[in-house]
């Protein structure tokens, strides 16, 4: 089958309302081509879970510079005003997420499980209106999966199988959402011929890619 | 030597041959520049990498290689990368030795407050709730007060980051052990006085019996 679509086949099956998860960390990397076109399709109420909003002129930062983001559900919050002007104005409802059980979180929807049990954020407001579970006489928090309508990822090297190769420090959160949407996209620096990454070298399976954009690395 | 150096190079004594380290933004992160040369320390970047080493030459900043700040940093020899799972399996599990993070509030039960102030400023925990759960060894590295208000306290009065995590506050004034009867001061900078100190806490020191002063 083939994967590779344009950036406008891709951006199309994004409506306005969806959840979507975006890879990325501070801006290193997110999916800059397929944000770009989001943002110039004006794609509004989006439920947006990534790690964080970047700065407000770079990648995701740009979501909610030009208020499309209904819903944050991020770890950090920090590097762009806008999120946290938005916030205080109420324009934007934020759910703020310990970084490990977010990822753990994306993974466990992925992964077919319940929920997760950590000890990360008791007696913090993190554990508001959650479950406390006590296994072997240690108390857990019940972190839930999250899932999403559509995940955008983001890959340095990527076969027409949908085989992913990330570089250094831009895997983060991608091979985690790859696993925990509906429809899952992946924008390449480069794109291949299958075959071209070494099996042993493969850091997200095709199976979880349902489409290939080019990037502009 | 100013105040900050002052604190990183005493918190850059705590650490050990072997240990992996996470450093936090800003003070923390100048630990790095004071590890003894004899000991070998393996820093972990939450973004997904262990063998952070120092910041680039001007020009040579990889785009994909940034710290958890977002600010480019270089890859030592031996260094490897994960994804995020993997990242807070590390520190999550119990496999970071120790964690050096600045603090709002530290109080006496070795509740942390770092991470929001209502109102005010609300960046976001990021991976600070997970490290200081996580990691084997929390230490609190920062200046002793705020403009003189106390940040060493009875009770937090912010959103906590954690409750009962803190092991170790290493300020400008001292060295101060968070134990079950309360925080216990153990090094003191010869410049201040054991009552100077006490005067700039909002907690009841413990005066170890062993007082030391902080030596370089």
Same mark, same amino acid.
């Given at each position: 089958m083939n994967k590779l679509i344009s950036v406008e086949e891709a951006v199309n099956m994004i409506q306005d309302g969806m959840t979507i998860m975006v890879g990325g960390f501070l801006g290193c990397r997110n999916p800059y081509v397929l944000v770009d076109a989001l943002v110039a399709k004006g794609v509004k109420d989006i439920t947006l879970i990534a790690n964080d909003t970047s700065f407000p002129e770079v990648g995701i930062g740009k979501l909610i510079v030009n208020k499309q983001v209904k819903k944050l559900i991020a770890?950090?919050? %920090?590097?762009?005003k806008e999120t946290g002007n938005q916030m205080n104005s109420g324009e934007l409802e934020v759910e703020l997420v310990p970084q490990g059980t977010l990822a753990e979180r994306i993974r466990a929807a992925g992964a077919g499980l319940g929920g997760i049990l950590t000890?990360? %954020?008791?007696?913090?407001?993190?554990?508001?209106g959650k479950d406390i579970i006590t296994v072997d006489g240690r108390e857990f928090l019940l972190e839930k999966p999250l899932k999403a309508d559509i995940a955008l990822i983001v890959g340095a090297k990527v076969d027409k199988k949908g085989n992913v190769r990330y570089k250094k420090a831009t895997r983060n959160f991608n091979p985690l959402m790859a696993t925990a949407a509906n429809i899952v996209i992946v924008e390449a620096d480069e794109i291949v011929e299958v075959?071209?990454?070494d099996p042993d070298d493969v850091?997200?399976? %095709?199976?979880?890619?349902?489409y290939i954009v080019g990037g502009n690395a | 030597m100013d105040e900050k150096e002052y604190i990183a190079r005493r918190v850059a004594k705590e650490l050990h041959d072997g240990d992996v380290v996470n450093l936090g933004i800003g $003070?923390? #992160?100048?630990v790095a520049n004071f590890i003894p040369e004899d000991i070998e320390i393996t820093l972990q970047s939450e973004n997904g990498f262990l063998g952070m080493g120092p910041a680039p030459e001007?020009?040579?900043?990889?785009?994909y290689l940034v710290n958890a700040g977002g600010i480019h940093v270089t890859i030592n020899p031996g260094g490897v990368f994960f994804d995020s799972a993997e990242s807070f399996l590390i520190i999550r599990g119990g496999h970071v030795n120790a964690t050096v993070l600045g603090a709002l509030e530290v109080d006496e039960k070795g509740n942390l407050a770092n991470w929001m102030v209502p109102g005010?400023?609300?960046?976001?925990?990021g991976g600070a709730m997970d490290l200081v759960t996580g990691a084997k060894k929390v230490i609190v590295a920062m200046n002793h007060t705020a403009k003189g208000n106390h940040?060493?306290?009875?009770?937090? #009065? $912010?959103? $906590?980051?954690?409750? &009962?995590?803190?092991?170790l506050i290493i300020t400008e004034m001292g060295v101060m052990e968070v134990t079950d009867k309360g925080i216990v001061l153990?090094?003191? &900078?010869?410049?201040? #006085?054991v009552e100077q100190v006490q005067a700039a806490t909002g907690a009841t020191l413990i005066i170890s019996e062993d007082l030391k002063p902080i030596e370089m």
């Open positions: 770890s950090h919050i %920090g590097t762009n000890p990360t %954020g008791l007696g913090t407001v993190v554990a508001e075959g071209e990454i850091m997200t399976p %095709g199976i979880f890619v349902n | $003070l923390p #992160t100048m001007k020009g040579d900043e990889d785009p005010k400023m609300v960046p976001g925990m940040k060493i306290l009875k009770q937090c #009065t $912010l959103p $906590l980051t954690a409750v &009962n995590a803190v092991d153990k090094e003191i &900078n010869r410049e201040f #006085t």
